[in-house]
């Protein structure tokens, strides 16, 4: 059984930056794709990021409403993922959840190729 926390949440004026990290209880995010997903009031959860693992290359993928703002990477000594957010919108406002697909895929934006799930952690950006 794997376990994701995240943290580095909070509440950032429009503009700022937040940079959030998941922790996972094993040797994961060097082994399994990790993603990252956000769910805001009254929408359904969508993808932001997703990184490859190790052994398949490195490889990050993002929604295009974040593009170029936001930034997904791992530490893998750390068993660590992070998503620096940067230029943050109040339309960027959600609860962040972090994930693992421990099968091989390129579905990387579809939440049911992900196995393990964080609880969560709330972004709120002021405008």
């Known amino acids: 059984q794997v376990q994701l926390v995240e943290s580095g949440g909070g509440l950032v004026q429009a503009g700022g930056s937040l940079a959030l990290s998941c922790a996972a209880s094993q040797r994961t995010v060097s082994r399994f794709i990790m993603g990252w997903f956000r769910q805001a009031p009254g929408k359904e959860r969508e993808f932001v990021a997703a990184?490859?693992?190790?052994?398949?290359?490195?490889?990050?993928y993002y929604a295009d409403s974040v593009k170029g703002r936001f930034t997904i990477s791992r530490d893998n000594a750390k068993n660590t993922v992070y998503l620096q957010m940067n230029s943050l919108e109040p339309e960027d406002t959600a609860v962040y959840y972090c994930?693992?697909?421990?099968?091989?895929?390129?579905?990387?934006?579809?939440?049911?190729?992900?196995?393990?799930w964080g609880q969560g952690t709330q972004v709120t950006v002021s405008s």
């Open positions: 994930a693992a697909a421990t099968r091989a895929t390129t579905r990387f934006p579809y939440q049911g190729e992900y196995d393990y």
């Open positions: 990184i490859t693992s190790t052994w398949s290359g490195p490889g990050t």
